[in-house]
């Protein structure tokens, strides 16, 4: 199995910056992919950020330019910086991890932004 421990949310306000982390453990074995995504309330879930493994190449969904994934390899850990937040940003954000045996999700962690 896989475990994801995320870290950092929390409450900000507006214009305000949180740098989310998530450590993996377990089997973490074939990793492809490792990001975060999203999901507000009444909204479905979306890609905020995700980084290929093995390249290191990130990929954004519409934070791009306010938002920065950063990856240690070493310690299976991918970092979320967000800057710039908007009350827009207000959800849960999940970790996500995607092996070629499985995708596993971390259990969230809110961020809540203040206008």
């Known amino acids: 199995q896989v475990q994801l421990v995320e870290s950092g949310g929390g409450l900000v306000q507006a214009g305000g910056s949180l740098r989310l982390s998530c450590a993996a453990s377990g089997r973490t074995v074939s990793i492809t992919n490792m990001g975060w995504y999203r999901q507000a309330p009444g909204k479905e879930r979306e890609l905020v950020a995700s980084?290929?493994?093995?390249?290191?190449?990130p990929y954004y969904g519409s934070v791009k330019g306010r938002f920065t994934i950063s990856r240690d390899s070493a310690k299976i850990t991918v970092y979320l910086q967000m800057n710039s937040l908007k009350p827009e940003d207000t959800a849960i954000y999940y970790c996500n991890l995607r092996t070629l045996l499985g995708n596993f999700w971390g259990q969230g962690t809110q961020v809540t932004v203040s206008s």
């Open positions: 980084i290929n493994w093995s390249g290191g190449i």
